[in-house]
């Protein structure tokens, strides 16, 4: 079974932080994906990676960036938290185009 | 650009009735189709995936889609919901982009929140 390990379910920072989120893949998968989720507006792309050192934005790259050094580990960075990116983040990978998304467990993020 | 459209942002059912949550999509290209179930707290799982050939797709926990190309429809339905089918359902597209590459990516639905009563 493939695997998405998020490094954190619960984290709380505050304003004006650099904050790192962590997604490990054991399945050797090429594509990448970081999303917010928030009630009624469901899943929003930040960014996704499609191989080493590559990098897109999604729908709402604004405030963040990401990291792609090693195959299996997707960083997503808050240069400056702010309170408006207290959310549920959610990061997922895949192999190629008609292969479903796997999802990690969520990493419930409070800005204070 | 690919769009995905869930009626209904909430669903009631009673525990042994039908479940029927209903997708719309659009794509300018075939389209891949997936349907996710959430749990509280937990991440998405894959609940079924239709890509090519039949169009009516068996998934997990009793649950099926049918791919309906000329109405761009994929609803999901379950004959008898059960209390564990509670959850938060989301159906998603294939993206691609005017390429015609999709680097895995999907388009995601609002999401529809099911509930079920004894």
């Known amino acids: 079974d493939v695997k998405v390990t998020q490094s954190s379910r619960y984290l709380v920072k505050r304003t004006g932080e650099k904050v790192f989120l962590e997604c490990v893949q054991d399945?050797?998968?090429?594509?990448m994906f970081w999303y917010r989720q928030d009630p009624g507006l469901g899943l929003r792309l930040i960014y996704f990676?499609?191989?080493?050192?590559?990098?897109e934005k999604g729908d709402i790259p604004e405030g963040y960036s990401v990291s792609r050094e090693k195959k299996e580990r997707f960083s997503l960075i808050l240069e400056s938290a702010s309170t408006n990116q207290t959310s549920m983040y959610l990061c997922?990978?895949?192999?190629?185009?008609?292969?479903?998304?796997?999802f990690g467990d969520g990493t419930r993020l409070s800005i204070l | 650009a690919q769009s995905v459209t869930q009626l209904g942002s909430h669903v009631s059912v009673s525990e042994g009735a039908l479940v029927l949550l209903r997708c719309n999509y659009s794509?300018?290209?075939?389209?891949?189709l997936f349907w996710y179930v959430q749990y509280p707290n937990q991440g998405l799982q894959l609940l079924l995936k239709?890509?090519?050939?039949?169009?009516l797709v068996k998934g997990i926990n009793g649950f099926e889609a049918e791919f309906k190309k000329s109405e761009t429809s994929f609803h999901l339905t379950k004959p008898s919901a059960h209390m564990s089918d509670a959850a938060e359902y989301f159906c998603?597209?294939?993206?691609?982009?005017?390429?015609?590459?999709?680097?895995?990516?999907?388009?995601f639905g609002q999401g529809t929140i099911l509930t079920v009563h004894p």
């Open positions: 997922a990978s895949n192999r190629v185009d008609n292969q479903p998304q796997h």
């Open positions: 399945m050797d998968h090429e594509n």
């Open positions: 990676s499609y191989d080493v050192k590559m990098k």
């Open positions: 794509s300018s290209v075939p389209p891949y």
């Open positions: 239709y890509t090519t050939g039949a169009t």
């Open positions: 998603a597209v294939s993206d691609f982009n005017a390429g015609g590459t999709s680097y895995g990516k999907l388009t």
